[in-house]
């Protein structure tokens, strides 16, 4: 079982930064992909980002590529998604969530390969 906890989310001005992170309890943190998806509202959500149990592979969304940046610490069973140059329609609740499938399988950014997600947390990009 894995619990995870997203914070950093906020208001932020269209260019600027933002990241978000995610906290996994447990101590099988390392075994899982994380992936990060959004959801604004009235549209479906939206794989955004995937970062292997390593932290060596990442796979990004061509509406955040060289933008966006996933990253991960094992030892502090944390994730994070660092947000640049952001735009108003990155505006959206963001989630991280937890996948024990293959690595090719998690980057077509299919939700129901994930097991476990966070609550969300809100980016708002004004504009």
């Known amino acids: 079982q894995v619990q995870l906890v997203e914070s950093g989310g906020g208001l932020v001005q269209a260019g600027g930064s933002l990241r978000v992170s995610c906290v996994a309890s447990?101590?099988?943190?390392?075994?899982?992909?994380m992936g990060w998806f959004r959801q604004a509202p009235g549209k479906e959500r939206e794989f955004v980002a995937a970062?292997?149990?390593?932290?060596?592979?990442?796979y990004y969304a061509d509406s955040v590529k060289g933008r966006f940046t996933s990253s991960r610490d094992n030892a502090k069973n944390t994730v994070y998604l660092r947000m640049n140059s952001l735009k108003p329609e990155d505006t959206a609740v963001y989630y991280c969530?937890?996948?024990?499938?293959?690595?090719?399988?998690?980057?077509?950014?299919?939700?129901?390969?994930?097991?476990?997600w966070g609550q969300g947390t809100q980016v708002t990009v004004s504009s």
């Open positions: 969530a937890a996948s024990m499938a293959t690595w090719s399988t998690v980057v077509t950014g299919n939700p129901r390969l994930y097991d476990y």
């Open positions: 447990g101590r099988t943190f390392s075994r899982y992909a």
């Open positions: 970062i292997s149990w390593s932290g060596g592979m990442t």
